[in-house]
């Protein structure tokens, strides 16, 4: 089931504002999959949306790790995790569990993380009961749009 949270259009110089009613709307939920063409805008999405968050980590692509691990305090000071994974180099399912990423997976479920993933429809059948799907679209060199739905899987 899909159900439509949020609509956000940005560019680079508005994108902060864009990330703070991303994460005002939507820090309810632990699994984020952020869909879009090369270039779209997800990493770069994700870098500011850790900004926000006061991250102290140094927030890169994890294209060639897989997996970029990133701390940050939440209101009341608790740490908590962020895994930035990136499924553009797998090749399906067997591959992501392989490199770890169930675990990751399993981790934001249970609430005990936030997972934050790059090219989800690699293998999205890991992607558990519910998670939030994010396509970004370049409408142009500098603009974005971003449809933000909720899906529950039954």
Not at 43 to 71: G, K, W
Request: glycine share 6%.
């Amino acid at each position: 089931m899909k159900k439509k949270l949020l609509h956000l259009s940005y560019s680079l110089g508005s994108i902060d504002t864009a990330v703070k009613q991303f994460w005002e709307t939507l820090n309810g939920y632990n699994t984020f999959a952020f869909n879009g063409a090369m270039g779209a805008g997800k990493t770069t999405f994700i870098h500011h949306l850790c900004e926000y968050l006061n991250v102290e980590d140094a927030v890169s692509s994890p294209t060639f790790a897989l997996i970029n691990e990133y701390h940050f305090a939440d209101a009341t000071g608790t740490d908590k995790t962020i895994f930035h994974l990136d499924w553009y180099r797998l090749k399906n399912t067997d591959e992501a569990i392989n490199a770890g990423m169930q675990d990751c997976l399993e981790q934001a479920e249970r609430g005990e993380a936030y997972c934050f993933v790059e090219w989800p429809s690699i293998a999205r059948d890991l992607l558990q009961s519910q998670y939030v799907w994010i396509d970004i679209t370049a409408t142009t060199s500098t603009e974005r749009e971003m449809e933000i739905s909720l899906m529950i899987n039954v």
